[in-house]
């Protein structure tokens, strides 16, 4: 199978990937749904637009904890190495990615156009004024805009949010012009995001999918379902493109 889908690979002319959490589990990264996924530990509640506009503090304490305390310290991992190979080798246009780890830049990539927006700044909900994070520390919570006094938010979109420009432009022309998709490790449960592969599919790209599990993908798009980790499916189809 893995050697099927290098073979896609390689008469590709346009190739996309499609990351959710499960390309960063192997960093330690916990997905959000499924075994010990985020959610059944925490109510994403503390993520929705509103409950952090009227509770800022208590948002703030969990949005520290886990995006920036623990995922913050995440290290990128063979699956992203490997997609970075990949573009450099010229087997990979660019990554839709809805995780805001950072880890693809981290690993060297290139084109990333980052749907759920990102964790490096954060953005004064008064102002639209925007920090580096590690410009503003996260001591005290939760942190002020030093132009206005406004509350400052990570840049990445709450439930709620809209989806961030010019990355949604950009991903849904992907889907429009690309020849080959490769879903990894998402549920395709959460929309728009989830949107996308359907679109490519509908425009005559081919689906491979990488997943330990199937998704909501897997039977109705996906043509070549590599299920194991991502860090093994990756690695072996970096090993086939070597050889070519
Ligand atoms: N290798 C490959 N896939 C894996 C691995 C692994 N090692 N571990 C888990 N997975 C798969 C799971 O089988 C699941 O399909 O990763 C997926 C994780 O699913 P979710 O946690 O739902 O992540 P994702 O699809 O990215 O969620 C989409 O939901 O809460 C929002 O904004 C959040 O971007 C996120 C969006």
Redo the contacts with the bound molecule.
Sequence with gaps: MIQEAADIIKKANRVTAF?????S??SGIP????EN???SKYD?GFLDISYFHSNPLESWKLIKEIFYDFFGKATPNK?HYGLAEMEKAGFLDAIIT???DNLHQKSGSRKIFEF?GDSRDLVCVSCGKKYPVTEIGLDNLPPECTNCGGVLKPDF?FFGEQIPEPARTNSFREAEISDLFIL???????TP??EIPFIAKENGAKIIE????K?SYTDRITNIFLQ????E?ISGLVKELREY
């Excluded at 990351?19 to 390309?23: D, F, K, L, Q, Y």
Aim: net charge neutral.
């Design positions: 990351t959710g959490a499960g390309i589990v192997e997905p959000f749904r499924g996924g985020l959610w994403p699956a809805q995780n805001i759920h979109i990894i490790g998402t549920t395709g449960e959460v995001a989830s990488i997943n330990i599990a998704s194991g980790k991502a860090t499916m």
